[in-house]
C-alpha cells in the first residue's frame, strides 16, 4: 500500500488573456499548495482492474473520476497489465476552485509511477498530466508557480512570503466551464501578473495582498452574489486582503498574525459550514 498526499492549490493571480480557437482560454495564473489535502492511498492488484473507493458521496467512483483517469492513461500508455485500488479520503472541499479532483489525479500520477517502477520523471508525469485536466501539471509540480497556456505550462516560482490562508466555501457547488463560458474578454480589468511575482520574489507581504486579482470573479459574483459578501465579511473580521480562487466559489483570506486567524475563523463560522485555516506550502512537491 503507498500513500500519497494530494494537496489544494489557490489562485494569487488568474488572468484570462484571449479564448482560443480551441475553445479554451489563454491564462496566466499564479498558483501555490496550502496543506488542506486529501490522502490517497494506492494498492496494485493482479486482476486489471481500476477500482475508486471514496466515503464521500460526491465523488464519483467510475471513470468520472480524475484519480480513475490518471491510473487508465498510465496503464494504456505504458501497457501496464495490474489494476490498482485507489482509496480517496477527501478533506477538499469538491467543485470549489481549490483543483481537488486535479490533485487527486497528479497524486496517483506520481504513486503509480512508484508502485509500478515506471522511474517517469516528474516533467513526464506533469505532460501526462496535462491531458486529464488544465490544472493538473500544477498539481503533479506543487509549491508556487506561474501557469500559462490553457494552465499546463508551468514555470516554477520561490515560496510566497510565510502567511496564514482562511479558506471558506459557501454551500454551492460551481462549474469551471460554466464560468469561463460566462466571461467577456473585452473590458476586463486584469491583475498585474508582473507584480505579483515581484513580491513572491523580493518576500514582500504587502505587495503581494495589493497584487492579488481574479477576472473569473466578474462571473461567479453574477452567477452567486453571496460569494461577494463573504469576501466582505472576511475582510470585516480581518482578512488583509482576499479573493476567490478559480472559478470559486471559494474565497480565500491572507493574514500575517495568528491571533487574527482566530478571529475571522470563528467569525465565518457563524455563517460558513467549510471554513480552514491553513499554511502556504511553498516549496515544490518530490517524486512520491
Ligand atoms: C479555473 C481554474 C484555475 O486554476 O481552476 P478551478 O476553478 O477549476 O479549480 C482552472 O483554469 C481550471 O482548470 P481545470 O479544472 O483543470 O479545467 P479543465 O478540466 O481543463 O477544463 C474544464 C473546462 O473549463 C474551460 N477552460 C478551462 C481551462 C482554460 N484555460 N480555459 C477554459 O476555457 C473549458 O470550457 C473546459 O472544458
Ligand atoms: N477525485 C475527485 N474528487 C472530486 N471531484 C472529482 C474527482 N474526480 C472527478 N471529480 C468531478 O470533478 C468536478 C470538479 O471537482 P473539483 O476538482 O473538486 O473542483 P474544481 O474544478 O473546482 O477545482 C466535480 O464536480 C466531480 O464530479
Redesign the pocket.
Given at each position: 500500500m503507498l500513500y500519497v498526499k494530494a494537496p489544494a492549490?489557490i489562485?494569487l493571480t488568474?488572468d484570462v488573456l484571449y479564448k482560443r480557437p480551441d475553445?479554451?482560454?489563454?491564462?496566466e495564473?499564479v498558483?501555490t499548495t496550502v496543506d488542506l489535502a486529501d490522502r490517497i492511498s494506492l494498492e496494485s492488484r493482479e486482476d486489471g482492474v481500476i477500482e475508486i473507493i471514496s466515503t464521500d458521496n460526491f465523488v464519483p467512483n467510475d471513470h468520472r473520476n480524475f484519480a480513475y483517469q490518471a491510473a487508465r492513461l498510465i496503464k494504456d500508455t505504458y501497457g501496464i497489465r495490474q489494476g490498482v485500488s485507489i482509496t480517496i479520503e477527501k478533506e477538499i472541499p469538491i467543485a470549489a476552485?481549490?483543483?481537488g479532483g486535479?490533485s487527486d489525479a497528479a497524486a496517483t500520477l506520481k504513486g503509480l509511477n512508484e508502485l509500478w517502477n515506471l522511474n517517469l520523471s516528474i516533467d513526464e508525469l506533469a505532460e501526462l498530466g496535462a491531458k486529464i485536466?488544465?490544472?493538473?501539471s500544477f498539481c503533479v509540480y506543487g509549491g508556487t508557480a506561474l501557469a500559462t497556456g490553457?494552465?499546463e505550462k508551468i514555470q516554477e516560482l520561490p515560496a510566497p512570503p510565510s502567511c496564514w490562508v482562511v479558506l471558506a466555501k459557501p454551500k454551492i457547488g460551481v462549474s469551471?466551464?460554466e464560468?469561463?463560458?460566462g466571461l467577456k474578454v473585452e473590458g476586463l480589468e486584469h491583475p498585474n501578473t508582473k507584480q505579483m511575482i515581484q513580491a513572491i520574489e523580493t518576500d514582500n507581504y504587502e505587495l503581494l495582498c495589493a497584487s492579488l486579482g481574479n477576472v473569473?470573479e466578474t462571473v461567479t459574483f453574477k452567477l452567486h452574489p453571496e460569494v461577494i459578501m463573504l469576501k466582505e465579511q472576511m475582510r470585516r473580521f480581518g482578512a488583509d486582503a482576499t479573493l476567490m480562487?478559480?472559478?470559486?466559489p471559494t474565497v480565500f483570506g491572507l493574514v500575517d498574525s495568528e491571533a487574527r486567524v482566530s478571529r475571522i475563523y470563528n467569525g465565518l463560522r457563524g455563517f460558513c459550514e467549510e471554513v480552514y485555516a491553513v499554511r502556504i506550502l511553498g516549496e515544490r512537491n518530490t517524486l512520491a
Open positions: 492549490k489562485n488568474l475553445n479554451y482560454h489563454e491564462v495564473m498558483m476552485g481549490l483543483a486535479s485536466g488544465s490544472d493538473v490553457r494552465g469551471t466551464a464560468v469561463y463560458g473569473l480562487s478559480g472559478s470559486g
